[in-house]
């Protein structure tokens, strides 16, 4: 992924295209270039441990029993929640609709 920013950063530069960050402010120099490095490898580090402890979240859900979902239930089901947890139920709703 470092590769595609360098090569992106490269791409606008030499077609005269000026990046600028809300939240941090590189020189134009070698140290500029090497601080706004350090930043990208932390940004791309961070992402990574946030994507990891998604994934043991979920996983953790699933191996105690409990409800995975992203955005909405498959169709033909709806989530029932209940005080602690949540379980799909199937919507007689949608089975007559079909």
Do not use: C
Request: charged share 35%.
């Amino acid at each position: 992924m470092l590769m595609e920013k360098s090569y992106l950063k490269d791409w606008f530069r030499r077609y005269g295209v000026a990046i600028d960050y809300a939240t941090q402010d590189f020189a134009d120099d070698a140290a500029g270039n090497a601080q706004e490095a350090m930043h990208e490898v932390f940004d791309e580090w961070q992402a990574e441990e946030i994507r990891e402890k998604s994934i043991r979240g979920r996983r953790r859900k699933a191996m105690s029993g409990e409800v995975v979902l992203s955005i909405n239930p498959p169709y033909g089901y709806r989530l029932v929640n209940e005080k602690k947890a949540a379980r799909l139920e199937i919507d007689e709703g949608a089975r007559r609709a079909s």
